[in-house]
């Protein structure tokens, strides 16, 4: 289960994950409370301001993939904490002038886009160093290893910062964030370089990322494994968004409230990505089909529940579901494409992952101020189950997935679910 831990590079990676995660989640509620309060309970305001955060991804990722191929990914992750601190700084700035009960909405727009910018370059970077400091035979341990970590933290920073705001205000949540981002450069620092699994760094040329888009577009697994991820995330996984405005405006609650509909969903994710990483076998397409379906249908089924007690108990398989999805998809691509082209297909990855929240939160948003709070749930869900759907009929149709038929002792054919195999075509 924790395979990739015995690699000291990645043991430093996990350490410097957690205690930067923690005060990523804690200014993310903060965030998302700060703007509800400053317009008024606005769910169209929300909408915008991850749009302003997401919205980098969609001209940044593809690039900071293409410099994943062709430059030392340590240096460049040590170069995005270096700026992931700058902006730190002027969280802390905000921070400061909220204490003083002097920020406004536009200031959190601006730090949101600035942040933005920053994880747009990093996060393909992030994705496709894993493989460098644990190899192939434990990547899928440790894909599973980061998302625990990420979860942990997503689990321990939301319920602490649901508190602090309750008691201190959501400035000095923003403050406490603002010292957190040494962790990982300092982790980056203390790797032991010649431990890892270096890939030799693709040869700067003209139309790499037209290369990339080409490479993706010829592999008919990928193309819907990429273009369901897309539909999902942009529609389904609104939960910062829909759950802030679902405890404010439809149970009336405060932000422990909000930030503990957090927690729960995070428990979820927690214990899918403990179910991942005792996983012995790499997960194939039939899992993440599987997944889509389930999680579309558990998140209509939240929108759907009358309190808020039946709506924080079922985030937790939602949770679950939601980490199975997107860690099948991350396995299936970070194992299936060449080193020379990882970092452009996890660009694009990030690009379908979180290019589209900018078009869909706003939409969403708007949803949930014309015609419920529930809406985003209930629409994401549909959206999320009509698109697995979709998709397991597609790769039926072109031999990408087939249902094998099992003979039982009573001598009749049935076809069963647990007897779906999947041939994913390179």
């Known amino acids: 289960m924790f395979a990739a831990l015995k690699t000291h590079n990645y043991r430093l990676w996990a350490s410097g994950q957690i205690v930067s995660l923690v005060g990523t989640w804690m ?10 309060t400053l317009s008024g309970g606005n769910g169209f305001a929300v909408g915008i301001v991850m749009a302003l955060q997401f919205g980098p991804t969609l001209f940044l990722s593809v690039w900071g993939g293409v410099l994943a191929d062709r430059y030392d990914k340590r240096k460049l992750l040590m170069i995005t904490q270096v700026f992931a601190a700058v902006c730190g700084l ?6 400061v002038l909220d204490v003083g009960g002097m920020v406004e909405l536009w200031h959190v727009y601006v730090i949101a886009f600035i942040l933005g910018c920053s994880s747009a370059i990093d996060a393909p970077v992030r994705q496709s160093f894993t493989i460098e400091m644990v190899g192939k035979e434990t990547l899928a341990n440790a894909i599973a290893l980061n998302s625990m970590t990420f979860n942990m933290a997503r689990i321990v920073g939301p319920a602490v910062s649901g508190v602090l ?14 010292v957190s981002f040494a962790a990982v450069f300092g982790a980056l620092v203390a790797m032991n370089v010649g431990q890892l699994f270096r890939v030799e760094p693709t040869p700067r040329a003209k139309g790499q990322v037209r290369e990339g888009f080409r490479y993706v577009w010829g592999r008919g697994d990928l193309r819907v494994l990429l273009a369901t991820v897309f539909m999902v995330s942009t529609f389904g996984l609104n939960f910062p968004l829909s759950l802030s405005v679902l405890a404010r405006n439809t149970f009336g609650s405060g932000a422990d409230a909000y930030g503990l509909l957090s927690t729960t969903l995070a428990v979820g994710t927690l214990a899918g990505a403990t ?9 194939r397409l039939r899992l993440f089909i599987g997944a889509v379906i389930a999680f579309g249908a558990f998140e209509l089924i939240v929108g ?29 691509l970070q194992m299936s494409v060449p080193s ?6 996890m660009g694009i990855y990030m690009l379908c992952f979180l ?29 999320s189950l009509a698109t697995g759907l979709f998709a397991a009929v597609y790769l039926l149709r072109h031999n990408n997935l087939r249902i094998t038929v099992v003979r039982p002792a009573d001598g009749h ?6 007897t779906v195999a999947v041939s994913t075509k390179v």
């Open 413 to 418: 054919r049935l076809p069963t679910l647990d």
């Open 304 to 332: 759907l529940m009358p309190n808020y007690l039946l709506v924080a108990l079922l985030l937790i398989p939602t949770g679950a579901l939601t980490l199975t999805f997107t860690t099948s998809a991350m396995n299936i």
């Open 340 to 345: 020379d082209m990882r970092g452009r297909v």
């Open 27 to 36: 200014q993310r509620v903060a965030q998302d409370w700060l703007v509800l």
């Open 275 to 283: 179910l991942a990483a005792r996983r012995a076998s790499a997960p």
């Open 355 to 383: 290019g589209g929240t900018p078009l869909g939160s706003p939409v969403l948003g708007w949803l949930a101020d014309a015609l419920d709070p529930r809406a985003p749930l209930l629409f994401g869900g549909a959206i």
């Open 165 to 178: 705001i309750t008691l201190v205000g959501t400035g000095w949540v923003f403050l406490i964030n603002a």
């Open 90 to 95: 002027v969280l802390g700035v905000l921070g």
